[in-house]
């Protein structure tokens, strides 16, 4: 038998380079064995759910959050994002920064809607709440302070 087929019979692994153990995690049981979601895999899909509507410009973190990513101690797949897993269901905060002259009741509710459908579809898991935090407007890069007019 060549090395190439022995390779091919050797069972695929995933290999993570940190344990990931703690009070973070949604856990559901089946007849094969339990399935677990970690709160940063639910924020890195809510994430790029939001960033995908049109109108987002990114989504904000505080400063002790920009701080914790800073020294490496949370994912930057995380910022902006905070997961709370409560039983059977997940709620979630987005925070965000939008573009200047987009409607923003819209664009809140289109980034519930897109995260919503998100996290549903690829975890299984309902979403209780999305709330939604505009933080900030991001102005055009040729956007000029208008100054007032000198009377004469």
């Not at 050797?10 to 094969?32: A, F, N």
């Not at 979601?37 to 759910?49: E, T």
Request: proline share 3%.
């Amino acid at each position: 038998m060549s090395k190439t087929e022995e390779k091919a019979k050797l069972p695929k692994q995933i290999v993570v380079d940190t344990e990931v153990i703690s009070d973070e995690i949604y856990e559901s049981g089946g007849e094969l064995g339990t399935v677990q979601i970690h709160n940063s895999v639910i924020a890195g899909i809510a994430r790029i759910a939001a960033l995908g509507v049109v109108g987002v410009n990114e989504l904000s973190s505080g400063f002790v959050e920009g701080i914790a990513t800073a020294l490496g101690t949370r994912k930057s797949m995380e910022r902006g994002i905070r997961v709370n897993i409560d039983g059977e269901t997940v709620a979630i905060e987005v925070h965000l920064i939008v573009n200047y002259g987009v409607r923003i009741p819209t664009v809140a509710w289109q980034v519930q809607n897109e995260v919503r459908r998100a996290v549903e579809q690829m975890t299984g898991k309902t979403v209780r709440d999305i709330k939604v935090l505009v933080q900030g407007v991001k102005l055009p890069t040729n956007h000029q302070p208008t100054q007032p007019e000198e009377r004469a």
